[in-house]
C-alpha cells in the first residue's frame, strides 16, 4: 500500500512538474511574440540596417557566382577551340607521316595538298634528326618529334585554361 501512494505521489509531483514546465513555456514565448511584435523605432532601424546587410551580400554572391560561371563558360569555349585545332594538325600531320611510311607518289595531288597544308607546322622539326629509310619507305622522326612538342605544348595550354577557369578571386 505504502508502494502504490509513493507510486501516486510521484506520479502526481511529474504532472506538476510538466503543467508548470508548459506553463513557463507558453510564457516565454507569449512574451518573445509580443516583443517582436512591440519593437522600438531603434530596434526597428537596426533590423532594417542588419537585413540590407545580408540583401547586399546575397546580392553580392549571386553577381559573383554569375561573373565566375559566365568567365567559365567563354574559357571552356576557347579550350574547345584549341581542342580542334589541335586535333586538325595531329591528324593532319599524322597522314604526312602514313604517306611517308607507304612511300605515297609525291606528285600526286593529295599528297602535295598535305605536304603544303602541313609544311607550316612540320618545317620547324625538319633537320632535327634523319628519317631511317628501308626499301622506299621512310619513318619520317621529325614528324613524330613535331607530334609529340604539339601534344605537349596542348596539354600546358589546357592546363592553363584550366587553372584560369579555377581560379578563385576571394582569399
Do not use: C
Amino acid at each position: 500500500m505504502e508502494d502504490n501512494k509513493l507510486t501516486a505521489d510521484e506520479a502526481r509531483r511529474v504532472a506538476q512538474h510538466e503543467s508548470m514546465k508548459s506553463q513557463v513555456e507558453r510564457d516565454v514565448n507569449a512574451d518573445i511574440a509580443e516583443r517582436a511584435e512591440h519593437t522600438t523605432g531603434a530596434e526597428a532601424h537596426e533590423m532594417d540596417q542588419v537585413a540590407g546587410r545580408f540583401r547586399g551580400k546575397a546580392i553580392g554572391e549571386v553577381v559573383g557566382t554569375d561573373r565566375e560561371v559566365r568567365r567559365a563558360r567563354v574559357l571552356a569555349r576557347i579550350s574547345q577551340i584549341i581542342d580542334y585545332l589541335f586535333y586538325v594538325v595531329y591528324t593532319l600531320l599524322a597522314i604526312r607521316l602514313v604517306l611517308a611510311l607507304i612511300a605515297a607518289q609525291s606528285s600526286n595531288g593529295f599528297v602535295q595538298l598535305i605536304r603544303t597544308v602541313t609544311d607550316p607546322f612540320y618545317s620547324l622539326f625538319r633537320g632535327i634528326v634523319a628519317s631511317p629509310s628501308a626499301g622506299g619507305f621512310t619513318l619520317v622522326l621529325p614528324i613524330v618529334i613535331a607530334i609529340i612538342v604539339y601534344a605537349l605544348l596542348h596539354a600546358g595550354i589546357t592546363r592553363l585554361l584550366r587553372l584560369i577557369a579555377h581560379r578563385r578571386t576571394e582569399i
